[in-house]
């Protein structure tokens, strides 16, 4: 089955870290960019970072940038997201993202999973 | 960055109606939108890729047109799955970037 599971999610003090990971399964997972998207409660989608598929090589929006890290091993068929520094506007359903095309990025998303919360309060 | 802006943000509409959705860009991205459909607790969807492309098993009644600034979601046929909050989002320059939503609902 073609599918992408997170997990990770969870409550946080401001200023903690947590590791989310993406298992994929059902397609040639180094052959595709993925991605993070969030969703704060009640809001809009927000794009959070990439990591391509053969180099691994991350891209972060500026928010994030310097607190998250992207990586993948494509041994596993898996992507991470470290958060550190967390902050209160971080709180969001996190979800990770296929790209439509093999070898593309930036791309849209045709295959996402069924997201992680993470909350950040104290 | 890019912004995308949707119109409406919310829409009410009847079963049968033909219902049509904007999103505006910031800059031109020439085909590199995307648009998705959201429903309550769920991941989004992909509909439409490269402005126009309709995703391998979305119904035909969903269309996509548009390039450079300029986009549209049609629905022919509202149907009554399709209650839902769509989103535009642009893939042609980081930061990838959304458009703010537009609510469908009876």
């Known amino acids: 089955e073609v599918q992408l599971v997170e997990s990770g999610g969870g409550l946080v003090q401001p200023g903690g870290s947590l590791r989310l990971s993406c298992v994929a399964s059902?397609?040639?997972?180094?052959?595709?960019?993925m991605s993070w998207v969030r969703q704060a409660p009640g809001k809009g989608l927000e794009w959070v970072s990439v990591?391509?598929?053969?180099?691994?090589?991350?891209t972060y929006r500026d928010s994030v940038e310097g607190r998250f890290t992207m990586s993948r091993d494509n041994s596993k068929s898996t992507t991470y997201l470290q958060l550190n520094s967390l902050r209160a506007e971080d709180t969001a359903i996190y979800y990770c993202?296929?790209?439509?095309?093999?070898?593309?990025?930036?791309?849209?998303?045709?295959?996402w999973g069924q997201g992680t919360l993470v909350t950040v309060a104290s | 960055d890019v912004h995308l802006t949707q119109s409406p943000s919310f829409l009410s509409a009847s079963v049968g109606e033909r219902v049509t959705i904007t999103c505006r860009a910031s800059?031109?991205?020439?085909?590199?939108l995307a648009w998705y459909q959201q429903k309550p607790e769920k991941a989004p969807k992909l509909l439409i890729y490269?402005?126009?492309i309709l995703q391998s098993g979305v119904p035909s009644r969903f269309s996509g047109s548009g390039s450079g600034t300029e986009f549209t979601l049609t629905i022919s046929s509202l149907q009554p799955e399709d209650f839902a909050t769509y989103y535009c989002?642009?893939?042609?320059?980081?930061?990838?970037?959304f458009g703010g939503g537009t609510k469908v609902e009876v």
């Open positions: 993202a296929k790209g439509v095309e093999a070898a593309i990025a930036p791309d849209a998303f045709d295959l």
């Open positions: 059902g397609f040639t997972f180094n052959n595709y960019a």
């Open positions: 990591v391509t598929g053969r180099h691994g090589t991350p």
């Open positions: 800059q031109g991205i020439s085909s590199f």
């Open positions: 490269s402005a126009s």
């Open positions: 989002q642009q893939f042609n320059f980081y930061p990838l970037t």
